[in-house]
């Protein structure tokens, strides 16, 4: 006869009730899906990373202007004779920037700066194919969760919009006497990929995460650091866009003494536009020390922000905290050599990556604070 067991007896680990899966099929699937978009985003957040420097060596190498039309889908296939080569060169030469600068250049000189804009084009047309398969085959297969197909649709209209800001960037530089294109449109450009960056880098962290987990972990937040972050995030996009007008009219060559400025802590032609308001998108001078005095306040910010967040009881909110404050130091040494070595382009692209891993590790501790993970009492 069986022995009697007492009913407050723990169930063996290896008895029946061990084979009982901890998580539903249901379930099961769902984390299974969000996995899967997950890696479909890194994979656009990666692309859309490799289009930010590709722009920035298109901006520093002087290339944007050299591809003169707009063909999303036929301008996709570059020269493949030397009379295709001849004609988009001979369409170059009608730009003020060949007449007043280039007028000397040849067309192997042209074919070097028609790539570096061909890839540019290139990677956005690959950016938006990625996007549209992986969205509609998530969404054939019914796997985006609930509430997630307008952001992931956001994602993908932002990416349409900008390649429209491109091509308007682009026709400004293609007539009247400017030799490069508009400053104010390459800032419209460069903070609206950043924007896009930013999405897919929140969105990711949010998919990472179950609905019930975030919601449990938002009563635990820790409101005054999330506030820091986002100020100190919108401190560092507003320094994204400033160095963008640097980049647009050649700032960062003009002036490459640190901490002066031409021996001036303000240069004395700061105010010499007019009207008075130019100074401040136009002017080299006003426009440099602008972006100086602001990458200043950013250091300054993080720096408060890293010493306020010693007094979280989180582990990992306090590692967060640490990674921004080591790349926001690690990223003013890269604009001061950017200044002293005129920024020259291995220095100047670092220095834009750069701007990437900050905006990234804000984005990061924003979410740790909004968000706190459960930590082990040891």
């Known amino acids: 006869m069986a022995e009697k067991r007492n009913i407050f007896e723990d169930v063996a680990a290896d008895g029946p009730q061990a084979n009982i899966p901890k998580t539903s099929l249901i379930d099961g699937d769902k984390n299974r899906s969000r996995r899967r978009i997950r890696i479909w985003l890194h994979v656009l957040l990666a692309l859309v990373a490799v289009m930010i420097v590709v722009g920035g060596l298109t901006r520093l190498t002087d290339s944007g202007l050299s591809i003169t039309e707009w063909k999303p889908v036929t301008g996709a296939a570059p020269p493949l004779s030397e009379a295709a080569w001849n004609e988009a060169f001979t369409k170059y030469q009608q730009t003020p920037e060949f007449r007043l600068q280039n007028s000397a250049m040849t067309v192997a000189e042209f074919k ?52 429209a800001i491109g091509w308007w960037m682009v026709s400004s530089g293609l007539t009247g006497r400017m030799v490069d294109v508009a400053s104010y449109r390459l800032a419209i450009h460069l903070g609206l990929a950043f924007i896009i960056m930013g999405l897919i880098v929140w969105y990711s962290m949010l998919l990472k995460r179950g609905d019930g987990d975030l919601m449990q972990a938002r009563r635990n937040r820790e409101g005054g650091l999330a506030r820091l972050a986002t100020w100190l995030g919108l401190a560092a996009f507003l320094q994204i866009l400033l160095g963008a007008l640097v980049a647009g009219i050649d700032a960062g060559r003009g002036y490459i003494d640190w901490p002066w400025m031409n021996g001036e802590f303000l240069p004395s032609e700061s105010f010499d536009y007019s009207p008075l308001w130019t100074n401040f998108f136009e002017n080299p001078a006003l426009v440099q020390f602008d972006h ?32 921004v404050m080591a790349a926001v130091f690690l990223q003013a040494v890269l604009g001061i050599a950017t200044v002293l070595y005129a920024a020259q382009v291995h220095i100047a692209i670092t220095h834009q990556i750069g701007a990437i891993v900050v905006i990234t590790l804000i984005l990061r501790t924003r979410f740790a604070a909004m968000y706190p993970a459960q930590q082990s009492l040891r």
Do not use: C, N
């Open 292 to 323: 100086r005095m602001l990458g200043y306040l950013v250091f300054l910010l993080a720096g408060f922000a890293w010493w306020q967040s010693r007094k979280s009881p989180l582990r990992a909110t306090k590692q967060a905290f640490d990674m």
């Open 112 to 163: 070097s700066i028609y790539w570096w804009e061909w890839a540019h084009r290139q990677l956005g047309r690959v950016i938006g194919l990625v996007w549209a398969v992986g969205f509609l085959w998530f969404l054939a297969r019914r796997q985006i969760p609930t509430g997630w197909t307008g952001r992931l649709v956001l994602i993908g209209a932002l990416g349409g919009l900008q390649g």
